[in-house]
């Protein structure tokens, strides 16, 4: 199967299993560019068959401006499908959005 096929799979079982909805064609213009879409949320899934994936700064900012643009959270998803990964998946958020959410700062507060 071809490396888009794959990646078509991977985002429509993502959102399907999370309640969002893939964005078709994602990647292919500059307005879309994240892969899958929640109420409150835009996600960029990326994959690999290896045990490691780089990263770039740029598809991250890219994420943010979207994901602000839409008064969204930007969600980064990595999954990792080869032979001994167990098929992890891992989310990525940006520190300053965790810090603004409600729970983090009830929770801080409550330490002090």
Do not use: Y
């Given at each position: ?23 078709p064609g994602s990647g292919c213009t ?26 770039k700064l740029a598809d991250l900012r ?35 959005w965790i810090e603004g959410q409600v ?10």
């Amino acid at each position: 199967m071809s490396v888009r096929k794959d990646s078509d799979r991977l985002e429509k079982t993502i959102a399907k299993r999370l309640g969002g909805q893939r964005v078709p064609g994602s990647g292919c213009t500059r307005t879309r560019n994240q892969d899958v879409r929640f109420e409150g949320a835009l996600m960029q899934v990326k994959s690999t068959s290896k045990e490691s994936i780089g990263i770039k700064l740029a598809d991250l900012r890219q994420l943010v401006t979207d994901s602000m643009n839409a008064d969204k959270a930007p969600i980064f998803l990595i999954t990792f499908t080869g032979p001994g990964t167990h098929n992890d998946e891992w989310v990525c958020l940006p520190l300053w959005w965790i810090e603004g959410q409600v729970w983090w700062n009830n929770k801080i507060n409550r330490q002090r």
